[in-house]
């Protein structure tokens, strides 16, 4: 069997692909629509709210000082629930957790525990990081209560 037409059959096939993920050209700047006006962002639909905490059942709430036996607690769930995906520091399957509760707020955390479908579908952060990574994050049936002991755990490190 001659090898050289399958092979640039897949050659073909594949830059193909490739053209078509990169979309067609556009003379629009970055922001704007075909019409030069502001373009309609993904954050269409969602309250400044939810843009800051997520979506999902946990609205905004300040978590006072780290309660050690909770974090404790987290600790466990964490390494039974998370660790196989996260890590603290450097990427893995899902994005270095080490800084977190510095860029997100505590219930934009527990939201994305409790309802990481609906944010990578819907939220514009959690979506920029689907598509970084390619891997969506289970839901891991976790409760309200196992989620905040999990940001107490993520809030000492």
């Keep these: 069997m001659n090898t050289k037409p399958t092979l640039l059959l897949l050659m073909l096939t594949a830059s193909l692909l490739l053209l078509a993920a990169c979309g ?16 309609q ?3 269409a639909g969602l ?12 609205d905004a709430f300040d978590p006072g000082p780290i309660d050690a036996a909770l974090a404790e607690n ?4 964490f390494r039974m629930k998370c660790s196989s995906c996260h890590k603290m520091d450097g990427r893995y399957v899902g994005p270095a957790l080490g800084n977190i509760t510095e860029e997100r707020s505590p ?11 609906e944010m990578i579908t ?17 839901n891991q049936s ?12 993520l ?3």
């Design 24 to 39: 067609g050209g556009s003379d629009t700047a970055p922001g704007q629509d075909a019409s030069g006006g502001a373009a």
């Design 41 to 43: 962002t993904e954050t």
């Design 47 to 58: 309250s400044a709210e939810e843009l800051e905490h997520g979506i999902g059942p946990i």
């Design 74 to 77: 987290g600790a466990e769930l």
């Design 107 to 117: 219930a934009y955390i527990m939201n994305m525990i409790l309802n990481p479908q």
């Design 122 to 138: 819907t939220h514009p952060e959690a979506k920029k990081k689907f598509a970084e990574f390619m891997t969506p994050m289970p």
């Design 142 to 153: 976790l409760s309200e209560d196992d989620a905040r002991a999990v940001l107490e755990f």
């Design 155 to 157: 809030r000492q490190q």
